[in-house]
């Protein structure tokens, strides 16, 4: 499948509980030890993905699609009868990304990552 599902966000407004239930439910390791406190999920076997729980203003799960050209898919998404919701983010050193809403209203996140993935 070209443009794979690459990551997934689960969000609410307790980010800190969230991550601690994931956890505990699913023995997923989380690791918040970081500025953002973004509880990161590694990918544990070859078929996961990665992942991150997060404080959020509305609770919600996203899926970011990997891309080589955000822009291009941004504008192709919006000829399409989508429509960008976050214009094109830069983590340095980590991806840049983009929020759109397709014709329904769900919102999927575009991403390019900066780093190669570890082999």
Not at 8 to 15: K, L, R, S
Not at 16 to 26: D, I, K, N
Not at 99 to 109: I, K, Q, R, S, Y
């Amino acid at each position: 499948m070209p443009n794979p599902v690459v990551h997934f966000e689960i969000g609410g407004a307790d980010g800190s509980a969230l991550q601690q239930f994931y956890a505990q439910a699913f023995d997923w390791e989380v690791n918040a030890d970081n500025p953002m406190q973004y509880g990161l999920v590694e990918p544990q076997t070859e078929t996961s993905i990665g992942g991150g729980i997060t404080a959020a203003d509305q609770p919600g799960v996203f899926v970011y699609i990997e891309v080589d050209d955000l822009q291009a898919y941004l504008d192709r998404i919006e000829s399409l009868g989508g429509r960008t919701v976050q214009e094109i983010t830069t983590i340095p050193g980590m991806v840049t990304m983009a929020l759109f809403a397709d014709p329904e209203g769900n919102v999927v996140g575009i991403v390019h990552n900066e780093t190669p993935p570890a082999e």
